[in-house]
């Protein structure tokens, strides 16, 4: 079956210490994205990928970095220059633009990252 | 730039009742629209979407929502609610790179 796998589930850091959390799709979709929820806010955009080898910022890009080296991976780097990283994380990735598609967004489970 | 606002940040409504949940949004152009739902701890699934024709659009697990342009809402609808629905329901607009969500609304089903 095809879809989006986010790992690991669940993580925990120290503070200070860098961590990368995986995202790969078997859709053969060409956009990705990663998306910060929060409780009581929704879903906010960190970055997104249109094709390989190209990335934009989104919303709340300040303290993340990702790569887009292939099309069914994207990871996201949470680095300690973020300074409040705890939070659920998803990933999504969407079709192309031809065709009339519009736009909807296909999710991950997610992964939970807790700062120690 | 385009928005989304969800009112009701809790609703409790029994098993079998019928369900509203609210939408309203701010966008430049005809918008397209969807609404997902969340399991705790899990992804979001797509419940249903508009993008033109028939205003009122049919979803999966029995959901409908209405488009009203001169209200500049979307609101999602069911007409008896199962235990099996209670979950977080997020609306969104726009679509690809410019999808704005809600602030999502949590559903708890009384037995």
């Known amino acids: 079956d095809g879809g989006i796998t986010q790992s690991p589930k669940y993580l925990f850091r120290k503070e200070g210490q860098n961590v990368t959390l995986s995202c790969e799709q078997n859709?053969?979709?060409?956009?990705m994205y990663w998306y910060r929820q929060d409780p009581g806010q929704g879903l906010r955009l960190i970055y997104y990928?249109?094709?390989?080898?190209?990335?934009q910022k989104g919303d709340i890009a300040e303290g993340y970095s990702v790569s887009r080296e292939k099309k069914e991976s994207f990871p996201l780097t949470v680095t300690s220059a973020q300074k409040n990283p705890t939070a659920f994380y998803l990933c999504?990735?969407?079709?192309?633009?031809?065709?009339?598609?519009?736009?909807?967004?296909?999710f991950g489970e997610g992964s939970r990252l807790t700062v120690l | 730039a385009q928005s989304v606002t969800q009112p009701d940040i809790h609703i409790t409504v029994s098993e079998g009742a019928s369900l509203e949940l609210r939408c309203n949004y701010s966008?430049?152009?005809?918008?397209?629209l969807f609404w997902y739902v969340q399991s705790p701890g899990q992804g979001l699934q797509l419940l249903l979407k508009?993008?033109?024709?028939?205003?009122l659009v049919q979803g999966i697990k029995g959901f409908e929502a209405e488009f009203k342009r001169s209200q500049s809402s979307f609101n999602l609808r069911k007409p008896s609610v199962h235990w099996s629905d209670a979950a977080e329901y997020f609306c969104?607009?726009?679509?690809?790179?410019?999808?704005?969500f809600g602030a999502g609304t949590r559903l708890t089903v009384k037995p």
């Open positions: 999504a990735s969407s079709k192309p633009a031809a065709g009339g598609n519009t736009g909807e967004l296909f």
């Open positions: 859709l053969n979709h060409d956009a």
């Open positions: 990928s249109q094709i390989v080898n190209d990335f």
């Open positions: 966008y430049g152009a005809t918008p397209y």
């Open positions: 508009y993008f033109s024709g028939d205003t």
């Open positions: 969104a607009v726009g679509g690809r790179y410019d999808m704005r």
